[in-house]
């Protein structure tokens, strides 16, 4: 479902840093996102995004990892092919500690990735949401959903501009 969007282009990443603060300042217009070809530190506080819980997602895929790894070296090497190797004994937990560890690793590797491309809607196959092919190269974008700023637009045009906006103007996109 397309949208209309106001877009503001920028060269620079403290340009694009500095507009953002005035312009949110002036017109309290809500950002819908911004796009940039790589990340920008500090842009996430202005933007107002809540600390993200992948933590804990990797805490819990740690503890299965765990968990299973233990679990499957006990079953082996206690119940199902009990060996007796150098007179150690059938469950020797000091020797489960690196396979143990390894698998919590690994486990919560492929955890993690498939965890953020679920939340993060990057999947194989989906279609990429950029407003513009520039925002990959060179560009840094700003968005803000027309439906959302309602008659703010012109003021925000202008803080752009004034700011330091290469170009503006308004699309509809796919976002």
């Given amino acids: 479902m397309k949208n209309k969007y106001l877009l503001g282009f920028f060269n620079d990443e403290e340009v694009l840093m500095h507009a953002l603060e005035e312009v ?4 309290q217009a809500p950002i819908h996102e911004v796009y940039s070809p790589f990340p920008i530190h500090g842009i996430d506080d202005i933007l107002g995004y809540k600390r993200t819980r992948l933590p804990i997602a990797a805490f819990l895929f740690g503890c ?3 968990s299973c790894g233990l679990g499957m070296q006990t079953w082996m090497l206690g119940y199902d092919w009990p060996m007796n190797i150098g007179g150690k004994p059938y469950l ?3 020797d489960f500690v690196p396979v143990s560890f390894e698998f919590t690793v690994l ?3 492929f955890g993690m990735v498939g965890t953020f491309l ?3 809607g990057f999947f194989p196959g989906a279609p990429a949401k950029i407003p513009d092919p520039r925002v990959t190269d060179d560009l840094f974008c700003v968005a803000f959903n027309s439906s959302a700023i309602g008659d703010k637009a012109q003021a925000i045009t202008q803080a752009l501009k004034h ?11 796919e976002l």
Avoid: C, D, M
């Fill in 24 to 27: 949110k300042k002036e017109t």
């Fill in 64 to 66: 299965v990892g765990l």
């Fill in 92 to 94: 020797a937990w000091p």
């Fill in 107 to 109: 486990v919560t590797a």
């Fill in 118 to 120: 679920l939340a993060s």
């Fill in 163 to 173: 700011h330091g906006a290469i170009e503006v103007r308004e699309q509809e996109v």
